[in-house]
């Protein structure tokens, strides 16, 4: 069975760094892109992040451009989001997604949709 698992949150101050972790089980991801979303009590779920199959291909959200860093180890069947420069507005749950993409290697879907399979969720709260 396809199940993803998010670890790696907590509460941090302003400023402050976390490193998210969405590991894999009951598949590989190689042929998978996946994705990091997070959402906010009261807001619709957003897209903060992707990665290619290869790895060789990343997208980030405006918001999160030069502070998060997404990468995989396709060896650990594990994906992680290096979050940095923290701000009470990235207070979410973060949740991670995977895509099948086939041999597309540096393919990353712009459409939830178009992830199919979902974490848990794990809550990152920013506060001083």
């Known amino acids: 069975q396809l199940q993803l698992v998010e670890s790696g949150g907590g509460l941090v101050q302003p400023g402050g760094s976390l490193r998210l972790s969405c590991a894999a089980s009951?598949?590989?991801?190689?042929?998978?892109?996946i994705g990091w979303f997070r959402q906010a009590p009261g807001k619709e779920r957003e897209g903060v992040s992707c990665?290619?199959?290869?790895?060789?291909?990343?997208k980030y959200a405006e918001f999160v451009k030069g502070r998060f860093t997404i990468s995989r180890d396709n060896a650990k069947n594990t994906v992680y989001l290096q979050m940095n420069s923290l701000k009470p507005e990235d207070t979410a749950i973060y949740y991670c997604?995977?895509?099948?993409?086939?041999?597309?290697?540096?393919?990353?879907?712009?459409?939830?949709?178009?992830?199919?399979?979902w974490g848990q969720g794990t809550q990152v709260t920013v506060s001083s």
């Open positions: 997604a995977a895509a099948p993409v086939g041999d597309s290697g540096s393919y990353c879907p712009s459409r939830k949709a178009d992830f199919g399979s």
């Open positions: 009951g598949f590989t991801l190689d042929y998978y892109a």
């Open positions: 990665i290619s199959s290869s790895g060789g291909s990343t």
